[in-house]
T-cell receptor
Framework: GDSVTQMEGPVTLSEEAFLTINCTYT??????LFWYVQYPGEGLQLLLK?????DKGSNKGFEATYRKETTSFHLEKGSVQVSDSAVYFCALNNAGNMLTFGGGTRLMVKP | NAGVTQTPKFRVLKTGQSMTLLCAQD?????MYWYRQDPGMGLRLIHYSVGEGTTAKGEVPDGYNVSRLKKQNFLLGLESAAPSQTSVYFCASSYRGQGIAGELFFGEGSRLTVL
């Protein structure tokens, strides 16, 4: 079945550092890919998405490119802020009614 | 802007007790979902509904029941709670299925502990 693998956290960075959170997936066909973010004490919210190969999703300074050749959707940000501290989830949908989530990666940004 | 509201936020149960989690959304969404979140395992879908009066099983449905009597409400029931059901439960809704354009809107979560 479909699956999503994320790098284990926590990822600890200093403010203004470059961020990469790796995400790879296994799926048949052409899934849509998502990044959700969960801030402390809150539910998840959509950060960005990409629906086909080579698409780049972007929002709030975060970017991720749908790479079908490497089955990856890595999340990047050029300069993180303390307010970016959260748990980030990669997810995919493969033309069904379900989202398949990765295990989540906790990001901690220190001032 | 209420969005998706879950009640209760916290609950402690003894093994064998029953309880119901209520999810309410005010966005007129057709689709609603119940997920559980466990450390290192991400979110797993328990049950979902594609419209009033309909429900379907997700990835981990055993030990749970659901009902969607009104479009805006989705109830998750535990008939006989077990320690393995200790988790954080999230309700979500969407305007359409979790397809290409679908975005999920989540509640703040309900933390359940079963002793």
């Amino acid at each position: 079945g479909d699956s999503v693998t994320q790098m284990e956290g926590p990822v600890t960075l200093s403010e203004e550092a470059f961020l990469t959170i790796n995400c790879t997936y296994t799926a048949t066909g052409y899934p849509s890919l998502f990044w959700y973010v969960q801030y402390p004490g809150e539910g998840l919210q959509l950060l960005l998405k990409a629906t086909k190969a080579d698409d780049k999703g972007s929002n709030k300074g975060f970017e991720a490119t749908y790479r079908k050749e490497t089955t990856s959707f890595h999340l990047e940000k050029g300069s993180v802020q303390v307010s970016d501290s959260a748990v980030y989830f990669c997810a995919l949908n493969n033309a069904g009614n379900m989202l398949t989530f990765g295990g989540g990666t906790r990001l901690m940004v220190k001032p | 802007n209420a969005g998706v509201t879950q009640t209760p936020k916290f609950r402690v149960l003894k093994t064998g007790q029953s309880m119901t989690l209520l999810c309410a959304q005010d966005m007129n969404h057709e689709y609603m979902y119940w997920y559980r979140q466990d450390p290192g395992m991400g979110l797993r879908l328990i049950h979902y509904s594609v419209g009033e009066g309909t429900t379907a099983k997700g990835e981990v449905p055993d030990g749970y029941n659901v009902s969607r009597l009104k479009k805006q409400n989705f109830l998750l029931g535990l008939e006989s709670a077990a320690p393995s059901q200790t988790s954080v439960y999230f309700c979500a809704s969407s305007y359409r299925g979790q397809g290409i354009a679908g975005e999920l809107f989540f509640g703040e979560g309900s933390r359940l502990t079963v002793l």
